[in-house]
């Protein structure tokens, strides 16, 4: 495994490979130092397949596989609103030529990659969990959860907290006082604005902020609901997770475009009143 270092490349990450005993190698730098360093471990490491999962990721990856003369390798894509300019599309188009599979994780992502006229079969696999990891059969009741709403999620815009955040600012004017948890590391800048905003509405009692965890399952399972506000994810990991632990779900209409969102924090409101 290699990851590319970030913010969100926390040791408590890195331990869990370890204590898994995952070979993996963290790598830094600009875009062409980061090919040649992927070059040079694919050349040591000598991979039958390389998996490149992710955007960007999936380009350098596969750049880097082409160079080191890799055998097979395969794209993954999550997202069906990537930020492809018109330079990445090329870039992706032209490596299609020599990528024996494309794996898309929903049929919405495989529509979007079918129309980005890619030359290599595109494949679908839904997103799945070990359902065993969140409760499975012995989930206690919504109305025995100690804690209201949680979500997990990086800090990035397109995740949009800030909707979250407004909405709990109009159900307090509503009398309505629940308490939130905001799970995952990510972007400062974006996160300093969040917490920021939690200040200005004066919901700091009501939030709780926890950076990475490696108890998600059992904050979930002690939470009543689990609310992804989302511009661009319908049903990632994360939910599917939530759902598995019993959570009630609360999720934006990200696959209808912009005028689904500029509509979520209304309903991400009264979704709440509802339930």
């Known amino acids: 495994m290699v990851l590319r270092r970030k913010s969100t490349t926390v040791a408590e990450k890195l331990k869990g490979l370890d204590d898994k005993n995952i070979e993996y190698q963290v790598i830094t730098g600009a875009t062409h130092i980061r090919i040649l360093e992927l070059k040079n471990l694919c050349e040591q490491w000598r991979p039958d397949i390389l998996v490149a999962h992710g955007f960007p990721e ?3 990856g596969r750049r880097a596989g082409l160079l080191a003369k890799v055998p097979h390798l395969i794209q993954v894509e999550h997202n069906s609103r990537e930020r492809y300019t018109p330079w990445k599309l090329y870039q992706t188009r032209k490596l299609s030529k020599y990528t024996d599979r ?8 495989a529509k979007t990659l079918s129309n980005q006229g890619l030359q290599s079969p595109i494949q679908v696999i839904s997103n799945g969990i070990d359902t065993t990891r969140f409760g499975g059969d012995n989930l206690s009741p919504i109305s025995a959860r100690p804690q209201d709403l949680i979500m997990v999620g990086r800090y990035a815009k397109s995740k949009d907290h800030v909707t979250l955040i407004e909405a709990m600012h109009k159900l307090k004017k509503q009398g309505v006082i629940p308490h939130l948890t905001l799970v995952g590391t990510g972007r400062e800048r974006y996160k300093k604005e969040v917490m920021q905003l939690v200040q200005q509405y004066a919901l700091e009692d009501q939030i709780k902020f926890i950076d990475y965890s490696n108890e998600v399952d059992k904050l979930l399972l002690n939470h009543k609901i689990f609310v992804m506000s989302s511009r661009f994810e319908g049903l990632n990991l994360a939910v599917i997770e939530a759902m598995a632990s ?8 990200a696959s209808r475009g912009r005028r689904a969102n500029k509509s979520r924090k209304r309903r991400i409101s009264f979704s709440y009143w509802r339930c």
Not at 102 to 109: D, I, L, Y
């Open 58 to 60: 999936h380009l350098l």
């Open 102 to 109: 494309v794996v898309a994780v929903s049929q919405g992502v």
């Open 246 to 253: 019993g959570c009630l779900i609360i999720g934006s209409e």
